[in-house]
């Protein structure tokens, strides 16, 4: 579903009206994390957030993820895997697996390392550990109490912050900020602080800035009308990523996050792109949810996440260094 306006800012009622659920919820979710999860042999890094749809979580894990193999640390990924149907603890396998199956940001981690699905994130730790992960890095789990985590980032969007702070479904909040970012030991800013979020999280706590640059093959888009379009819980992000590139934006539409595309879809995208003499772009993410008989017409755009300060990122990485096992 697509989130509410409402829940981005401003007054009017239906938050308010929304709040006695918002504060149960807040309560659930509190006794949840009370309990403790299972610490696991190795590192676990979690990338989470404290609002529902994407701060950009999966382009920090898959960011950590190839630090680690640079340090040649065999890392695995752990995701639930969103929007899949895939039952219990599964590798993903993209010759077999499909966005359906296991959801899109598994298959995109799964491009990278080994990468595992599993609502029960400490089973799906077991099984990374059983094949031989030497660290877990996991895209989502902030909220998900079932395993350890040895280091936490909260991952803030800096064009969206934290909405207008309510807890869902007042506003997209998962939990209070403060909580969050209690159990976080950095926080990472994606793009300029647009909202203030930053005033909003406790005086001690790391920050580290980031920003999304466009990929190698956008350079091809400069000058050139193109018709986005997107499935993702900020469209503004892919949308201001390609006006950096150069493309010029002929039309453009937006889906809500996790967008299963299917063929009626995808002949009327590309029937608008015709119409606008426009080259038909999208990103990888939603390049995943597309009918395969439609991608070789699709150009995809992917970002890459620049940090302010890598040296920042990289110290975090290497207290972790004397946890990982040797192999036999």
């Known amino acids: ?48 957030n404290a609002t529902a749809g994407g701060a950009g979580k999966t382009t920090v894990a898959l960011d950590l993820g190839r630090r680690l193999a640079d340090r040649g640390v065999a890392a695995h990924f752990l995701t639930r895997g969103y929007g899949g149907t895939v039952k219990g603890t599964a590798r993903v396998d993209p010759a077999t697996h499909d966005s359906t199956m296991v959801g899109d940001e598994a298959l995109l981690l799964a491009e990278v390392r080994p990468t595992w699905v599993s609502a029960d994130r400490a089973a799906g730790a077991r099984a990374a550990v059983a094949a031989n992960a030497q660290a877990i890095v996991m895209d989502d789990g902030l909220q998900n109490p079932g395993l350890a985590k040895d280091l936490s980032l909260l991952v803030i969007d800096g064009g969206y912050g934290f909405g207008n702070g309510r807890i869902i479904p007042a506003g997209p909040l998962r939990e209070p900020v403060g909580a969050a970012a209690a159990r976080s030991h950095v926080a990472v800013l994606i793009g300029e602080d647009e909202t203030g979020a930053l ?130």
């Open 199 to 328: 005033a909003q999280l406790p005086p001690g706590l790391p920050v580290l800035r980031a920003r999304l640059r466009p990929g190698p093959e956008a350079a091809i888009l400069a000058g050139q009308p193109v018709f986005a379009f997107c499935g993702i819980a900020n469209p503004r992000k892919f949308f201001g990523t390609l006006a950096e590139a150069g493309a010029v934006l002929a039309g453009r539409e937006s889906f809500h996050d996790h967008y299963p595309y299917d063929a009626g879809d995808m002949q009327d995208l590309l029937a608008k792109a015709d119409s606008l003499r426009a080259l038909p772009v999208t990103t990888k993410k939603d390049f995943v949810r597309i009918p395969p008989a439609f991608r070789s017409r699709v150009t995809v755009v992917t970002v890459a996440l620049e940090w302010a300060e890598s040296a920042q990122i990289e110290s975090l990485l290497d207290p972790l260094a004397g946890r990982v096992p040797i192999p036999a």
């Open 1 to 48: 579903m697509r989130a509410p306006g409402f829940w981005a800012g401003g007054g009017g009622v239906m938050p308010l009206l929304l709040s006695p659920i918002s504060a149960l919820y807040a309560q659930a979710t509190a006794r949840r994390m009370a309990q403790q999860g299972w610490q696991a042999p190795v590192p676990v890094i979690c990338c989470g």
